[in-house]
């Protein structure tokens, strides 16, 4: 049951209320491989990066089970690299700069050892380069799960439809369903964006928590309510690459073990905003991971409600 | 085991993305009194209107087990009259009108009847006069429960922070117990909160749910995904009466009885923003209720989860 991901591998330059970072590890391959590498292993990325790129950060990569055998080193070239600044609250940030680089024209090459990809993760890339991982593969996956964001939205709208008609769930958050759907109503949107395609929607409140939308049920996963969260960055990745990454473990895509999933993803995230970029992400335990999602369980749980009203 | 419930008894005029209205029965006490009414009988109101607030309104709180001998009724004068209108998207509102009235010098006069409260809900009001209802008690009621709004925090803080001193649960929004404890992060904003004095503190996130503190323990009520909503006025105050009904009625303040008042309230407020003003809340069934109790329930229902990381 292999899972491939395809997503950047990076360069990010962090500013946060509590700090900054040079240039550091990013991109949401990375932060989807490493989140996955905690349920499955190998992690089988595509993704391309230029000779800049560390092979000391390659090798910590595959250290954690990342299989990079897709990834493209492309000699005379630098590495995609994003800096952003985040807002005072973290519910904002600006782009402070933009450098496609490698990304520019990459062509997702996948190895032979790739087309036994039963799981497929297509993490934030231009909706034609997600499509063309569907193409490429001799048979298709039993799931694909696609992230996008409200940059496609704007630019290239028709080919992201065209790429989210093709996958099994989307992962997409308040605003880019609002986007996409035309509809301010979670529930409504939801009901547009699966008659698109998908036969399942994630809906991801960051804070707020997820919504995961399939036919007429509806789950929701709370957030845990953080003392401190210090960098957001990869936190939408590190969730996806939870979900799959329990779904490929346990090879069971039915709604209920679709909801674990959407708690271990959100348990995953929870991790990842303590520190900046994938740090957290690099020496995670299972007993710590188990401890989070009992956390999870039992900020919700409660009692059976007795009847209330009276006559 | 008598509730006693103080706040506005007042007219309301409302315009949202989805019609207006002409002056309508609204008001802090009337909401929570209608939706207290339907865990526990009679819910004994403490307020002030004007002689031109209509009998037949006063008749109907009556039939829903108000009881009303706590209401004022001052000759040759107006009721508190608001007036809104609400954004495209229900998530700000701005006030159009505002009429104090027989309001600006409420004194809130308690019959011998209601010195038999054990359960006090404080709705909305100015801090003076939420104090007073507690001081004018003979004895300390078992459970006190406090509404208020940014308002106060920005004209009266100091008598604010008296008033709260003394409750027991407090009730306010997300934004409201940042501005009141001056920390972004809701846990710290907690933490803070309750040194001020109450054990229990509710904040309310609107369509994102509700927590519930006490001490070092959290829980999370999400609230139900609608398809529509209607008219958000009195969703705060439902949800009050329903948490104080709930806990009337079962005479149990233990957490995990909270709990279930929480998700009660929730489920109230629910029904309260599917049409406007107060109506929703006039003919609801015990049987409705129930239900959409049980939706909540299933809403973050999960089998347990399994040991998802792999070694």
Redo the contacts between chains.
Sequence with gaps: MSLVVIGTVAFDALETPFGKTDKIVGGAATYIGLSAS????PVKIVAVVGDDFPQSDILRLQEHGVDTEGLQIKAGEKSFFWSGKYS??LNSRETLVTELNVLADFDPVLPDSYQDCKYLMLGNLSPQVQRLVIQRLVNRPKLIVMDTMNFWMDIALEELKTTIEMVDVLSINDEEARQLSGQ?????AAKLIMAMGPKYLIIK?GE??A?LFHKNQ?????AL?????FDPTGAGDTFAGGFI??LA??DDISF?NM??AV??GSAMASFCVEKFGTERLLNLT?AE??AR?QQF?E??A??????????
């Design positions: 905690y349920s499955v292993k005072n609250d301010h109503s979670l529930v409504k409140k707020h928590g919504l509806i789950f929701f996963a709370p309510p953080l003392e401190e969260v990454g329990h473990a346990t209920e909801k674990r708690i271990h299972t991971i188990e999602e369980a900020l919700v409660v009692q059976p409600l007795e009847a209330v009203a009276q006559s």
